[in-house]
């Protein structure tokens, strides 16, 4: 067990002792890396309330289509989105995960924006 060389206080101290590993916020550091993009958060939180397709999400967004894939394929390896072939169609949406719910909660709070009725 380590101790602080100043320990002034007892509740430091135990955080101190139970602090996980630098490694252990990798993945925290990364996803906040992902989202540092503008962008990326628009996208996510679009599909956090909608599934479309990537020409009705190019609309919406405003970009085309391979600039917006470059996103979705960023999101979808990260586990915040999923996609589901419909026909000829690939469909993507928010994924139901505890991270992706997190980071749609935090958005809103951030942004102060409320989700559609």
């Known amino acids: 067990m380590q101790h602080l060389p100043h ?16 490694a252990e916020f990798t993945a925290s550091a990364d996803l906040f890396g992902l989202m540092s993009d503008g962008t990326r958060i628009r996208l996510f939180w679009l599909l956090c309330h909608c599934e479309a397709c990537l020409l009705d999400l190019s609309a919406m967004m405003d970009m085309s289509s391979p600039a917006l894939s470059h996103h979705l394929k960023l999101l979808r390896a990260s586990g ?28 809103e709070e951030i942004a102060e924006i409320a989700c559609p009725e």
């Open 7 to 22: 320990a002034h206080d007892e509740a430091a101290e135990r955080l101190f002792d139970h602090m996980p590993a630098p």
């Open 80 to 107: 915040l989105i999923v996609s589901r072939r419909e026909g000829r169609e690939v469909r993507y949406r928010a994924a139901e995960n505890r991270k992706a719910e997190a980071l749609h909660r935090m958005i």
